[in-house]
C-alpha cells in the first residue's frame, strides 16, 4: 500500500519561494499520477499540479509559470516547487495519488485515492 508524507510548509512573505516534498512509501510499478492538492477551509478542495509515470506534467492556471512538479524515483519523493509565492497561494498543501492507470486529472479529486497528511503554507502580503 502506497502512503504519502508531506513536509515544507511553513511562511513566507510574497514573493518567496518554498520546496514541498511528498515521502512516497513504495513508488507504484504500473501508471500512475501523483499529483499536489491544495485546501482553505471552507473551500473546495482545488487541484495544482501533476505528474506521470512517464514525467509528462499538468498544472493549474493559477499556478503556472510559477510553480514546478518533479519526482525523484531513486528517492521515492515527489516535490513541489513554489516560485513567487502569492497570500491567494496560502492553503494545506496536499500529495496525492492515483493507481488507476488513467490520465493526469485535477478537475476531479475522487480519482486520487491516496493521500498525505497535508502540510500548511502562508504566504504573507
Known amino acids: 500500500q502506497v502512503q504519502l508524507v508531506e513536509s515544507g510548509g511553513g511562511s513566507v512573505q510574497a514573493g518567496g519561494s518554498l520546496r514541498l516534498s511528498c515521502a512516497v512509501s513504495q513508488y507504484p510499478r504500473s501508471r500512475y499520477c501523483l499529483a499536489w492538492f491544495r485546501q482553505v477551509p471552507r473551500e473546495e478542495r482545488e487541484g495544482v499540479a501533476a505528474i506521470n509515470d512517464i514525467d509528462a506534467a499538468i498544472y493549474a492556471d493559477s499556478v503556472k509559470g510559477r510553480f514546478a512538479i518533479s519526482q525523484d524515483i531513486a528517492e521515492n519523493t515527489l516535490y513541489l516547487q513554489m516560485n513567487s509565492l502569492k497570500p491567494e497561494d496560502t492553503a494545506t498543501y496536499y500529495c496525492?495519488?492515483?493507481?488507476?492507470?488513467?490520465?493526469?486529472?485535477?478537475?476531479?479529486?475522487?480519482?486520487?485515492?491516496?493521500w498525505g497528511q497535508g502540510t500548511p503554507v502562508t504566504v504573507s502580503s
Open positions: 496525492a495519488a492515483d493507481l488507476s492507470g488513467d490520465p493526469c486529472d485535477l478537475r476531479d479529486y475522487d480519482d486520487f485515492s491516496i
